[in-house]
């Protein structure tokens, strides 16, 4: 089996770097993907379906306790609810008010609480710490028409481990263009797995969509699956506008990534999590907090 490694991060919170590392979920930080019979099975649709099945139980919520007790999760952040399964307490939302979005309209606030890895624009020659053919918008949107005006702009890079929140939300007001569904593997997404196989992030089960935004013009939103977490649920209408801060999607169950692409010069990734980035380091960063602003 490849060797799982722990995950250099940033709590810009708290102004800590640690090391993510969670024992009773050691395939999500396994290194070489490729070489792992455990991922070559979890990463099968089949196996996420069953194993879905499973955490929808009433059986499954059992695991509750110990896992906010263990991960130090502070249940007072999220709308009082009795969870019936484990499905259900990974589904958890924000209290109102729990997490707020920048009043000002040129920061641009986090859509999603996760790690996050940014570039100004991504290299040809690009390496660390994923390769710059990882990200290529091309494979990653399904195809160059979509790709062609994020060509020499901006990029995130966004991991949500299991122990996260799980819905995405919208950073601006806008309309959404276009949407497809592509993809249908599971392979975990950290950053180590990525540098092993670069296909990841187009191979995975994805949601690609196509955001104008008030402020920040033309995204690429596109939301991917990974181990354990096939099932990426739109709760927000595509045919209807959307909002700064409301909420977009959710996804169900384990581990999971977002890449964002922009258009050139229309907006800066936040200098703090660049700079971490170019250190192979990703930068925790709560819902709402400014990832970047309008250029």
Not at 86 to 101: E, I, L, N, T, V
Not at 254 to 265: D, H, L, T
Request: hydrophobic share 35%; aromatic share 12%; glycine share 6%.
């Amino acid at each position: 089996m490849a060797k799982p490694l722990p995950l250099p991060v940033w709590d810009r919170q708290s102004g800590k770097l640690f090391s993510e590392w969670m024992d009773d979920h050691t395939p999500t930080y396994e290194s070489e993907p490729r070489r792992s019979v455990t991922q070559w099975i979890k990463s099968q649709p089949l196996y996420d379906r069953l194993y879905a099945a499973y955490q929808n139980t009433r059986w499954s919520a059992r695991q509750i306790e110990p896992f906010v007790r263990r991960y130090h999760i502070d249940l007072s952040e999220f709308e009082p609810v009795k969870y019936r399964s484990f499905a259900q307490f990974f589904d958890r939302r924000f209290r109102s008010g729990a997490r707020k979005f920048p009043a000002a309209p040129e920061e641009m606030g986090a859509f999603a609480e996760a790690r996050y890895l940014a570039w100004p624009a991504l290299t040809a020659d690009q390496q660390f710490p994923v390769k710059g053919h990882s990200l290529s918008a091309e494979h990653i949107l399904g195809n160059a028409e979509r790709a062609r005006s994020f060509i020499g702009g901006p990029v995130f890079l966004v991991r949500l481990a299991p122990v996260d929140y799980h819905r995405v939300h919208y950073c601006d007001d806008g309309i959404t263009l276009d949407h497809d569904q592509l993809g249908r593997r599971l392979w975990t997404v950290n950053q180590h797995a990525l540098r092993s196989k670069q296909d990841i992030l187009f191979s995975n089960e994805r949601n690609v969509n196509l955001l104008d935004t008030r402020h920040f013009g033309r995204l690429g939103f596109v939301e991917i699956g990974a181990l354990s977490v096939g099932r990426i649920v739109q709760t927000h209408p595509l045919d209807k506008p959307f909002l700064r801060g409301q909420e977009k999607s959710v996804f169900r169950f384990g581990g999971s990534a977002i890449v964002v692409f922009g258009e050139r010069r229309a907006w800066r990734p936040s200098d703090d999590i660049v700079s971490r980035t170019n250190e192979g380091v990703e930068t925790l960063v709560r819902l709402g907090e400014p990832i970047g602003a309008r250029t």
